[in-house]
């Protein structure tokens, strides 16, 4: 055996060695994986409230829910399209100087056709990479158009049926042949709520999930019934929903809608992030 041979094998050795003892990368570290608060968790607290815990959390990211009451000096003025453009710029000062970016904002739900282009219009003015909705079907051309003209996705939230979206069918029917910003805001509780099977309903969206309200939820003969619990400890099987998720390549934000508990949520959320960033 040569000299160099001997070196050689001696490397290989070593970064095998280093190789094992080194810990193994969580699956939300292997994917770059984000996860926001969606502010209507905080709803019970005004928008400036809501950045503060999402900053104690040790979150980058929210979406905000049109309609959250903005607090501080704005009172009881809402979050949404309706916000001047001085208003706007302080609520994104605001969110900087706690470390946090708004990435999104929904669920919006327009009562006039006219309502798309100012929503999209805030959209870009606030920097927001997405749009959670339920668009009427009648509305969908325009939808998409906006989306192409703005570069800002749609991404469609499941409410419970009998909501047109309930299922993933009527989404990818909707969808269909339109463009890739159009998908899924895959609230993963509301299916089971729903009776469908969330890993099944997280397959079929292959390709199409934008965004998640994602959730564990308590059984249906729990007490309260099967509202949220600490991810892990409820229903849903959260690893197996992250393992499709990474098949997938998913690269959208995992939004934390945390809808129990609502006066004392941070410890909870806490821990389902603990969770969340410990899943091999």
Not at 65 to 79: I, T, V
Not at 184 to 194: F, I, N, P, T
Request: one cysteine or more; charged letters at 25%; glycine letters at 8%.
């Amino acid at each position: 055996m040569t000299r160099k041979s001997i070196l050689f094998a001696a490397a290989a050795v070593i970064l095998a060695a280093v190789a094992a003892c080194s810990p193994k990368k969580s699956i939300a570290e292997r994917n770059d994986w984000k996860l926001a608060i969606q502010s209507y968790t905080f709803h019970k607290f005004s928008f400036e409230e809501a950045l503060d815990k999402t900053a104690e959390l040790g979150l980058g990211y929210i979406e905000a829910y049109p309609g959250h009451r903005l607090g501080g000096k704005w009172g009881d003025q809402a979050f949404g399209y309706s916000m001047d453009e001085d208003t706007r710029k302080e609520i994104l000062d605001l969110a900087a100087s706690k470390g946090v970016k708004i990435v999104g904002s929904g669920v919006f739900v327009p009562s006039d056709p006219s309502e798309w282009e100012k929503e999209f219009e805030f959209a870009k003015a606030m920097g927001l990479e997405y749009i959670s909705a339920e668009p009427p079907m009648a509305d969908w051309d325009l939808v998409e158009k906006l989306s192409d003209e703005y570069g800002i996705a749609v991404s469609v939230h499941n409410h419970p049926k009998p909501s047109t979206y309930w299922t993933p069918d009527s989404l990818l029917a909707a969808v269909s042949g339109r463009s890739a910003r159009l998908g899924s805001c895959a609230d993963v509780g509301h299916w089971k709520r729903c009776g469908l099977d969330h890993l099944d309903c997280l397959r079929k969206l292959d390709g199409r999930i934008i965004s998640l309200h994602f959730k564990d939820i308590a059984s249906e003969n729990a007490e309260g019934g099967p509202h949220d619990v600490i991810w892990g400890t409820g229903v849903l099987d959260v690893p197996a929903m992250l393992g499709i998720l990474e098949e997938q390549g998913f690269k959208g934000y995992f939004a934390i809608e945390y809808e129990y508990n609502w006066d004392n949520s941070v410890p909870d959320i806490r821990k389902c992030i603990d969770y969340f960033r410990n899943i091999p």
